[in-house]
């Protein structure tokens, strides 16, 4: 836990303190500032982001840590608040009960005020509106969107901000999404809204409040974060330079705002992030992480006469790890939180143990540094789910689909291995929570290259998100190539499906999900795609099928994907070429590492010819290597040993033309003062082509 207290002007030093359990080291010494002055009231702020419907066994000791920061407060004035994604991808035992228990345990720990997230649109602006604001879930919590507009018009579609009360203290928070929502969840869902700039927005509403003096301290909740594109552990100053929606809320943020908390990209930090217009004062930005597994408290001492915040203190506390028994005897809003946890696991039990497949070991997203969840990397996970909506929508009465495409947001847990290798409700339920409809439209096959393409993102404004790669997965007979040093649109050098060079004219059906189909996750060239058609199939209820009628399922190591660098356009005969190939290992648990990589050339007609084995290191080979001299069109072929991955070099292979006896003859002309070194070269050549 990073500890920091300084005034806003800078001058005190920032202490830091160890990443500690509140098992191991009383909240109040971890986080609470110096000893405030008479003329000022502490007030923390407890955070919360992107926790997902967590209802699981951690979930108790969640509340804990939040009802343990709460009687830690100086002052003993604590307010909970969240940055959004409350809700939407969650667990089984949330996500089978429509996030009911969720909703149910955010209530009793008196959640004031949550920025909505792009997952609480994941349903529609509709469900959101209705059943989870003002129906049966009926949050006692405002959702705030500031800038979220209705369709065409500057009128906000949500509440804006709402002030809370801390002993005294009129603290406004302002709630905004990221603006990269319209790619994240289904369209159709959200046609009639707009989402504005989310910095603006907060701008704006910090100046109606400050105007018409609604509130004493201002703070803002951002669901959106630090990208993707810098690494974890990265500075602000890192952050900052990588510029983007992240780097603006920092730096641009009204001087009004007094705390930035973010969520979205799932990152845990607590800077002390620049005051725009006031050098040397800082202000807190934080994000915990994800999931509960942090929360974050940001203590504000306000002066009582000026309304100003004169100091702060912040830092992301880990769960604890004290017993349940202990916190629910300690704390009565827990043994709340306990009751409604018991209950919902209790009715998910009911249906979720029932057994619908089986693996024969685990099949996972890909990981990165021992996290899950890389959606940059290919996977066995996003295999196995594109060649399952291949399975299911390939009948001409559900689509006719040809290839299948899943965005890796959309994989949400594992199939494991453990204990048994049996696949539950509850586990292949938590793989696709989203309860998408499977669809089908028809691509060209340049509008497939596109959509590859696409890969390396673009919002519909032009600009890089905080995710600038998403790596789709691809049924099996789709494979292809690319180089990453080419310009962005051209990187994509080759695409096959079902082993033959793709057709750019010709019309191929796509099976995805409905979020993708409609252009999520900025794969804009859905929107170009005819003849779409929904299938009427839920992606739970078809995956569910698929594993029940192919038990066991096994992961499939070899990638779909490969980058090669260095290829020529075309081969010709006897030329030497340098070729590298790379990429060839997943990432996900328990694939291979790749040692050797052979390369065959495979002729149009007649017996392949093994051309050589070459050692693979990081999964990268190069392939130096001289073509045959006697080029019969087909193709190249490089094969990694372990995990059985292809790659078609992209490269054109002319056919020869005549024999190499004929090529002789020709060489041998009357009156050609050479004829007679040309007639030697031709049958030495003549002999290398009946190797």
């Not at 696409?454 to 404004?461: F, N």
């Not at 900025?522 to 795609?529: D, M, R, S």
């Not at 006697?630 to 020869?656: K, N, R, W």
């Amino acid at each position: 836990m990073n500890h920091r207290f300084r005034p806003l002007s800078g001058g005190l030093i920032a202490a830091a303190v160890a990443a500690t359990p509140l098992a191991a080291i009383p909240v109040s010494a971890a986080l609470a500032a110096p000893a405030a002055a008479a003329s000022t009231v502490d007030v923390r702020l407890i955070n919360i982001n992107d926790f997902h419907g967590r209802i699981d066994k951690n979930t108790v000791k969640v509340a804990g840590t939040i009802e343990q920061l709460k009687a830690s407060a100086p002052g003993g004035n604590a307010v909970l608040l969240s940055a959004g994604d409350n809700i939407g991808a969650s667990l089984f035992a949330s996500a089978s009960q429509e996030d009911q228990p969720t909703i149910d345990v955010l209530n009793a720990l008196d959640l004031k005020a949550s920025a909505v997230g792009n997952h609480e649109f994941d349903k529609g602006f509709a469900d959101l509106t209705g059943r989870v604001v003002d129906g049966g879930a009926n949050a006692r919590f405002d959702y705030l969107g500031a800038n979220v507009y209705l369709k065409g018009t500057q009128t906000p579609a949500l509440p804006e901000y709402r002030v809370v009360d801390a002993n005294g203290v009129r603290v406004a928070v302002v709630g905004v999404v990221t603006q990269e929502t319209p790619m994240l969840v289904s369209p159709g869902g959200i046609a009639s809204l707009d989402f504005g700039d989310p910095t603006d927005a907060v701008n704006r509403v910090a100046g109606q409040i400050k105007a018409s003096n609604a509130a004493d301290v201002i703070v803002a909740e951002y669901h959106d974060g630090a990208g993707a594109g810098t690494p974890e552990g990265a500075t602000l100053e890192a952050e900052i330079a990588a510029g983007g929606a992240f780097s603006k809320l920092v730096t641009q943020t009204s001087a009004d705002v007094s705390a930035i908390l973010t969520g979205h990209t799932h990152k845990e930090y607590a800077w002390d992030g620049p005051v725009p217009g006031q050098p040397g004062k800082t202000r807190p930005v934080l994000q915990t992480g994800s999931y509960g597994e942090r929360i974050g408290s940001i203590d504000l001492s306000v002066d009582t006469a000026t309304k100003q915040v004169v100091a702060y203190s912040q830092g992301n506390v880990k769960r604890t790890t004290a017993d349940d028994a202990g916190l629910v005897a300690a704390y009565p809003r827990v043994a709340a939180v306990q009751g409604i946890v018991d209950k919902a696991l209790k009715a998910a039990d009911a249906i979720g143990g029932t057994p619908v497949g089986a693996v024969t070991a685990d099949i996972t997203t890909a990981f990165s540094g021992g996290t899950r969840d890389d959606r940059a990397s290919s996977s066995t996970l996003s295999g196995l789910v594109a060649d399952s909506l291949l399975d299911s929508l390939k009948d001409p009465t559900l689509g006719g689909a040809e290839i299948g495409v899943v965005n890796p947001g959309g994989l949400r847990s594992e199939l494991y291995y453990a204990p048994d290798g049996v696949v539950t409700y509850a586990e292949a339920n938590a793989v696709l929570p989203f309860v998408n409809n499977l669809w089908t439209t028809s691509l060209t096959g340049a509008q497939v290259k596109t959509m590859l393409e696409q890969q390396w993102q673009r919002d519909a404004a032009g600009k890089v998100p905080s995710r600038p790669y998403l790596q789709l997965g691809t049924s099996k007979n789709l494979t292809y190539t690319f180089d990453s040093t080419r310009p962005e649109g051209d990187r994509i050098t080759s695409v096959r499906i079902n082993g033959a060079p793709i057709d750019p004219q010709r019309s191929y059906r796509v099976g995805t999900f409905s979020f993708l189909a409609q252009g999520g996750d900025n794969f804009h060239v859905f929107a170009q795609g005819t003849s779409t058609r929904d299938s009427g199939l839920i992606d739970r209820d078809a995956w569910i099928g698929y594993l029940s009628g192919h038990q066991p399922v096994a992961p499939d190591f070899a990638k779909r994907s490969a980058e090669v660098l260095n290829a020529p356009a075309t081969v010709t005969g006897g030329q030497q070429l340098t070729v590298t190939v790379q990429g060839l290992d997943l990432t996900s648990l328990g694939s291979p590492t790749n040692t050797q990589l052979s390369l065959t050339y495979y002729p149009a007609s007649g017996e392949p010819r093994l051309i050589g084995t070459f050692a693979v290191a990081g999964g990268k080979a190069a392939l130096d290597f001289r073509a045959p001299y006697a080029l019969q069109g087909g193709t190249f072929v490089a094969s990694a040993l372990e995990s059985g991955t292809t790659v078609t070099l992209p490269v054109s292979v002319p056919a020869v033309t005549g024999s190499c006896l004929d090529l002789g003859s020709t060489l041998d002309r009357p009156g050609d003062r050479s004829a007679q070194a040309l007639e030697s070269l031709a049958k030495n050549y003549a002999k290398v082509c009946a190797r």
